[in-house]
Every structure is written in structure tokens, then in C-alpha cells.
């Protein structure tokens, strides 16, 4: 009976798959704050099941294939997201750490969403970015005519492996960095990509990532803390929120702990959402300081919020009807969330 030479690859292929996503399920366990759910596998998106089976089909790929059905978070970071597939031959032998092998992956995910077509139209030079530690990476080579893309040097070898709703998969011939580079927990640090000629463009990409990275992270924490069905209706329009572009630095949101809104039309629902959000970060202190009658800018031009009750901390403060009955439950730099006793009101939302 005739072996195949290659017999050996299988036995090391399931061995490295396994405890890479070990370590990637581990990590994750240990990020994740000690409230919050962890993932299970009845949470896995049917879409990264067929992504795995896209990459598996192409016989190159069934490490990073194995990682996506079992630990998918591993390589998303936002609603969109291109992935990059190392090969089998590149990381079978590897003598990396498993961390350091996690980082390799996340550095060749991006949160941006990007097909061959849209590879193709960028000029050489121009960057994008990684999920690894705001890394970048470069587009060295394009030719339009020939289909070929080079990345970090490395050529797109399988383009739209899997290209469906936000996830879209590429095949490359090998890393994007020199898998020699790679040692010392802070080897990432040193990690640079081909100089990149597209700055301005550049900056705009990753601050567009960051904001995006923000708001789900807002929407993933609403979630976790009851507000599941305004998380619901906030996901449903970010994209819109995002898209239009507001000069605004900081938010100030207000989560009811029931939204029956996310059923109705999309135009409808977005307007609803807006209201309950202002492009400024107030804290309950900011807004208890101002006067009875005060007004607020929300994200809906022209359809302010009215303050009305409540002039100092120690009384209550009321808000188009409804009472801040949660001050300050999360706060960053540029976010603030205030959980409030109800919706606002629908009647109080213009046609």
C-alpha cells in the first residue's frame, strides 16, 4: 500500500490547531471582564462554520480554518472584517509561543472590509490596518490589469476564499513579516510595515476603525448589562451613524432597559436611536449643573432634549419624561452612558 509523503502533516496540523485555539480560547477567558458571559459554541455565527469550510476546501489553509470555527473572536474586531490566511507550510513547524503565534493572526486580520476588487483599486503604498496593537500593513505591489496584489511584499495568492455578508477571506503565499523576527513578548512593538505614502488617507482609515472599534464595544457592554434590546436597535444603525460623519468627539448616551422600537422600519428606528444620544459627553454632574429647561443636541438635527427637573445631585433629574436612574454606568474618554427609567417618548420624534 503507497503512502503519501506528506502523511506526516495531518497529525501535526490537528495537534498545532488544537492547541493554538486553546491558548486563543484561554486568552479570551482571561481578557474578558469577570461579569461578562463567556462565548460558547452555540454562540458561533453559522457564517464563520462556512467560512471554515471555504478555507478547508483549498487544502492550504486547515489550521486557520480550525481556528475560526472554534475561536472566531480571535480574528474579529468589528462588524466588518478581512482575514488573511496563512498557509499550513508557514506555521506547522513553527517553535513560536502560542502567543506569539495569536499575535501573528491578529496581524493579519483587519477591521476593515476588504475584497479583491477593493485591494485592486488601492494604489501602491497605501495602508490599512491591522487588529493587532494599531499595526499596519502596506499594499507594495498592484496591477489591476493582472489581478496581482502584494501585501508587506507578500502576493494575495487565493483572493475571495470567502466573501460573504461582513467577513471576507484571502489567502497569501506566506507572512507578512518574517516569522525569524519574531521573539521576546514585545517583539510586535518593532513590527513595521513598508513606509507607507498615503499619511492623510492613512490616519483617516485607522481614526474611522477606532470610533467603529468604540461603538461596539458600547453595544457589546449594553448588552452584557440588560439593555439587550436597545443594544439591538443601536447595532442596527451604527453604520448610518458612522456614515454621516458628525463633527463630534464625544457621547453621551442614554439606555432605557426596554426598547420596543427595534421592529419598526429602519428610518423610524434610526431616528429613535439618534434621540437618545448627544454628540457631547455630559456626566450626571455636567448635567445636573445646568438650569431647568436647558436644551440638548441630540444626534436628530433640529429635536433637542429638554431638562426638566433636577438642578444638583441630590435631587432627581429628568430628561424628556424620564428619569437618569443609572448615572454614569460606563464612562470612557470620549463615552458616557447614563441608564434612564424609559424610552423617550415616541410621539416627541419628528415625521
Known amino acids: 500500500m503507497a503512502f503519501s509523503s506528506n502523511w506526516w502533516r495531518a497529525p501535526v496540523y490537528f495537534t ?21 458571559p463567556l462565548p460558547t459554541k452555540s454562540t458561533t455565527a453559522p457564517l464563520f462554520l462556512e467560512a471554515s469550510a471555504a478555507l478547508r476546501r483549498t487544502g492550504n489553509f486547515n489550521i486557520i480554518a480550525a481556528l475560526l470555527q472554534i475561536t472566531p473572536e480571535m480574528f474579529i474586531s468589528s462588524p466588518h472584517s478581512t482575514i488573511f490566511a496563512i498557509p499550513d507550510s508557514s506555521i506547522a513547524k513553527s517553535s513560536h509561543t502560542f502567543w506569539l503565534l495569536k499575535h501573528l493572526f491578529q496581524y493579519h486580520a483587519s477591521p476593515l472590509q476588504l475584497s479583491m476588487n477593493d485591494l485592486l483599486k488601492k ?4 495602508c490599512f490596518p491591522t487588529i493587532l496593537h494599531g ?26 476564499i470567502f466573501l460573504e455578508g461582513p467577513l471576507t477571506i484571502h489567502g497569501v503565499l506566506g507572512p507578512f513579516t518574517s516569522m525569524d523576527s519574531l521573539y521576546g513578548d514585545r517583539s510586535w512593538d518593532h513590527i513595521q510595515a513598508p513606509i507607507c505614502d498615503s499619511n492623510l488617507s492613512l490616519v483617516s482609515e485607522v481614526t474611522d476603525t477606532k470610533k467603529m472599534v468604540e461603538w461596539m464595544h458600547i453595544i457589546h457592554w449594553l448588552s452584557s448589562k440588560g439593555f439587550v434590546s436597545f443594544a439591538i436597535g443601536l447595532n442596527s444603525v451604527l453604520d448610518g451613524i458612522l456614515d454621516d460623519q458628525m463633527n463630534f468627539n464625544s457621547v453621551t448616551v ?78 470612557s474618554k470620549k463615552f458616557v452612558v447614563h441608564g434612564i427609567s424609559q424610552a423617550f417618548e415616541l410621539d416627541e420624534i419628528p415625521n
Request: charged share 15%.
Open 135 to 160: 499595526k499596519n500593513v502596506a499594499i507594495t505591489k498592484v496591477d489591476a490589469r493582472e489581478r496581482v496584489v502584494e501585501i508587506n511584499h507578500v502576493l494575495v495568492s487565493h483572493p475571495d
Open 254 to 331: 442614554f439606555a432605557p432597559p426596554e426598547f420596543s422600537f427595534v421592529a419598526s422600519p429602519s428610518a423610524l428606528l434610526e431616528k429613535i436611536v439618534r434621540i437618545h444620544i448627544l454628540p457631547r459627553k455630559f456626566t450626571f454632574m455636567e448635567l445636573a449643573s445646568l438650569p431647568v429647561n436647558a436644551s440638548l443636541s441630540t444626534l436628530v438635527p433640529d429635536h433637542d432634549l429638554v431638562i426638566l427637573g433636577g438642578v444638583n445631585i441630590t435631587q432627581e433629574l429628568i430628561i424628556n419624561g424620564a428619569k437618569i436612574v443609572a448615572p454614569n454606568i460606563f464612562q
Open 16 to 36: 498545532v490547531s488544537v492547541l493554538l485555539a486553546f491558548l486563543a480560547i484561554s486568552t479570551a477567558i482571561h481578557l474578558l471582564p469577570k461579569d461578562e
Open 123 to 126: 494604489h501602491q503604498g497605501s
